[in-house]
């Protein structure tokens, strides 16, 4: 099946630095990616959705200019967590959608310091 | 708006038993089902999926799910239980929206004890 490569799967970085998040569509153009944040023993929370070559459109309650969402290509969109405090600590997960169902990467677990 | 509903935080099975999760939908049109399974610290494996056709459907890992109009139900189920498939599931919908974006349910973990 589709694969979806995200990076790093890991990061721990002090508080106030900015995060890059990358999110990869190995084998498909994916024109629409997502953007979830999943907290401990919870559901995925939408965060965004990323178009390629377009702005990404934000969820309600989520600030664009603390997540800034970038899809610069079919293949590539990247998070970026910028100005990052405790309480952005969580597991950020992509989405590409492929034909007919989504494909998801590992997942990130960011925790800031 | 779609949603879908995990009604149960946790469900345990002893292996060799048979498995059931349980998620019910609310949806305006057709509905578009899927269940995907979480292991600990990584991203979401997809295993199966209802879009038309016949209400039994096959996924990954000998899972299947019954779709049931009437019931507005999409039961997970697999008819053994192996201490490997320990995990989180989760129920989704694809919104009717230009996006086609996926809600979620609240997932179930899911025990088996061998």
């Known amino acids: 099946g589709a694969v979806v490569s995200q990076h790093p799967s890991r990061v721990i970085c002090k508080s106030g630095t900015s995060v890059k998040i990358e999110c990869r569509s190995l084998?498909?153009?994916?024109?629409?990616m997502f953007w979830y944040r999943q907290f401990p023993k919870q559901s995925l929370m939408l965060m965004a959705t990323?178009?390629?070559?377009?702005?990404?459109?934000?969820e309600q309650g989520v600030e664009k200019d603390k997540f800034l969402i970038n899809h610069a290509s079919l293949t590539l969109s990247t998070l970026t967590v910028t100005s990052a405090h405790p309480e952005d600590s969580s597991f950020y997960i992509c989405?590409?959608?492929?034909?007919?169902?989504?494909?998801f990467g590992q997942g990130t677990r960011l925790t800031v310091v | 708006a779609q949603s879908v509903a995990q009604p149960e935080d946790q469900v345990n099975v002893a292996e060799g038993n048979p498995l059931t999760v349980k998620c019910t939908y609310s949806?305006?049109?057709?509905?578009?089902l899927f269940w995907y399974v979480q292991y600990p610290n990584r991203g979401l494996q997809f295993l199966l999926k209802y879009i038309t056709g016949d209400n039994l459907v096959k996924g990954s890992y000998g899972f299947e799910a019954e779709f049931n109009k009437s019931q507005t139900s999409f039961h997970l189920k697999k008819p053994s239980a192996l201490v490997s498939d320990s995990a989180l599931y989760f129920c989704a919908v694809r919104d009717g929206g230009a996006t086609n974006k996926l809600i979620f349910g609240t997932g179930t973990l899911l025990a088996v004890q061998p």
């Open positions: 949806v305006s049109g057709n509905p578009y």
């Open positions: 989405s590409a959608r492929g034909r007919s169902e989504a494909f």
């Open positions: 084998d498909f153009q994916a024109t629409t």
């Open positions: 990323s178009n390629e070559g377009s702005k990404a459109t934000y």
